[in-house]
């Protein structure tokens, strides 16, 4: 772990570059590209992402990710979560600005001031990020990067082991995605799952395959309790979630073993997607002794 002792000194880093305006090509990546256009940056090669702050660029960082360049606020330089960002980023460009021409560039102001654009990884298969994991989330055509986002720091911080997405989906590594995370998106295992003919018609029969049940967040007149003790007695167990406006598709809800529903009261038929599998993933996860409510 890096301390503030050990951050690099802003004046002796050796890649800071001066930005004047919003019109420095230097910054295409921050300025005029598109989410779609960032992630096939490289095409067939792969792709960019933008991250933002210092905790998630930290995270990334930790978790394998190669930084390309670092955009930061010149009024946020000398601190010291910045520092610590500055120190396991040598060799790579540093564009620094003023608040007034970084907000023109991104639009609005930075969240800690700093953002850093990373290469992506190649995703594993899904079998790789099963491997070793007991309890699961699934999205399916979750489409708004916050709720994606939303469902990632939940599925970490309560018990998931990993999590499966739908190409439908947005995507994981979108910047509002891994604001909302906190960069959650980088401490668990998770892929997208193959397309397969022009629907996913299959995803629940490819989860089986895997060696996992299925228990679909729906409301439905069969739905069950997430407390019934069959779903603690499974040993593999997927969850999977809707979108926000449709739910699960009912081909989706046909082939799972289990449809599950959070009571409600005072009339409300349901929660945001989000806030469910925070619900879900506290009761249905991978807990450990010692576990408790925060």
């Known amino acids: 772990m890096i301390t503030a002792s050990t951050a690099c000194p802003p004046q002796n880093h050796p ?13 295409e990546i921050y300025s005029r590209l598109k989410e779609p256009q960032l992630a096939n940056y490289f095409a067939p090669h792969g792709g960019i992402f933008i ?3 210092p905790m998630v660029i930290l995270r990334a960082l930790d978790a394998g990710y190669h930084p390309l360049s670092l955009l930061v606020e010149e009024q946020q330089f000398e601190a010291t979560e910045v520092g610590k960002v500055l120190a396991q980023c040598q060799s790579i460009p540093i564009y620094v600005g003023s608040l007034p021409v970084l907000s023109q560039i991104t639009g609005f102001p930075l969240t800690r001031g700093v953002l850093c654009a990373m290469k992506r990884n190649p995703l594993p298969t899904p079998g790789e990020v099963c491997r070793n994991a007991r309890r699961i989330a699934v999205l399916e055509d979750v489409m708004n990067p916050t709720n994606v986002g939303a469902i990632f720091r939940n599925a970490a911080a309560l018990h998931m082991d990993a999590v499966l997405l739908t190409p ?9 995605a891994l604001r909302v995370s906190m960069g959650s998106v980088f401490q668990l295992p998770w892929t997208f799952l193959e397309e397969t003919g022009s629907s996913f ?23 069950v309790s ?30 799972c073993d289990y449809i599950l529903r959070i009571p409600m009261s005072h009339g409300v038929d349901s929660l945001n997607v989000a806030a469910a599998s925070a619900i879900a993933f506290w009761e249905l996860g991978t807990k450990e002794e010692g576990d408790s409510p925060a």
């Open 168 to 176: 439908n989906c947005s995507d994981p590594l979108y910047r509002r």
């Open 226 to 255: 997430l407390c019934d003790p069959r779903l603690s007695a499974e040993k593999k167990l997927a969850v999977l979630l809707g979108s926000e406006a449709t739910g699960l598709s009912q081909a989706t809800l046909k082939d």
């Open 201 to 223: 018609q299959s995803v629940p029969q490819h989860l089986h395959a895997l060696g996992y049940s299925c228990a679909a967040m729906a409301l439905s007149p069969q739905a």
């Open 15 to 27: 890649g800071i570059q001066k930005i004047l305006g919003i019109e420095d090509p230097r910054l």
């Open 51 to 53: 991250a933002e702050s």
